[in-house]
């Protein structure tokens, strides 16, 4: 599963080369999406207006929601000094779930920002270009 985090959200909205390709590709994939926490769509959208509008138009974008459960486990995050909300939501979703077999990748723009044992990628590292 790959997460978007809010700075992964503005640069793809910003036409950043790699996330859009990115983009296309997994549209063009079945069963493949981005999934963005919707505390990281929320803070885009605060800091640059149309941000949400411009990430949505792409098919393979899916809103992770912030149920009741996330809301508990987002809450306790921000008040153990994980980060800001938005933050805290990319973290949750990062965390094993039973729908989904496998590890998540989370796309950031600093890879520094999350824990020890979240496998956090910076958006502009070679890696994201399959080169390494």
């Given at each position: 599963?790959?997460?978007?985090?809010?700075?992964?959200?503005?640069?793809?909205?910003?036409?950043?080369?790699?996330?859009?390709?990115?983009?296309?590709?997994?549209?063009?994939?079945?069963?493949?999406?981005?999934?963005?926490?919707?505390?990281?769509?929320?803070?885009?959208?605060?800091?640059?207006?149309?941000?949400?509008?411009?990430?949505?138009?792409?098919?393979?974008?899916?809103?992770?929601?912030?149920?009741?459960?996330?809301?508990?486990?987002?809450?306790?995050?921000?008040?153990?000094?994980?980060?800001?909300?938005?933050?805290?939501?990319?973290?949750?979703?990062?965390?094993?779930?039973?729908d989904f077999k496998g590890m998540s990748i989370l796309l950031t723009d600093d890879e520094q920002?999350y824990p020890p044992g979240v496998v956090a990628v910076d958006i502009d590292s070679p890696g994201?270009?399959?080169?390494?």
């Amino acid at each position: 599963m790959i997460i978007l985090d809010t700075s992964a959200v503005r640069a793809l909205a910003d036409g950043q080369k790699t996330l859009n390709l990115l983009a296309g590709n997994m549209a063009r994939t079945p069963g493949d999406a981005l999934r963005i926490p919707a505390l990281c769509l929320m803070q885009a959208e605060a800091d640059d207006a149309g941000a949400a509008q411009r990430v949505l138009a792409f098919s393979s974008v899916v809103v992770d929601q912030l149920s009741t459960v996330a809301a508990v486990g987002v809450g306790t995050m921000f008040r153990d000094g994980y980060g800001g909300a938005d933050i805290c939501h990319a973290l949750y979703c990062s965390l094993p779930r039973p729908d989904f077999k496998g590890m998540s990748i989370l796309l950031t723009d600093d890879e520094q920002r999350y824990p020890p044992g979240v496998v956090a990628v910076d958006i502009d590292s070679p890696g994201m270009l399959g080169f390494y």
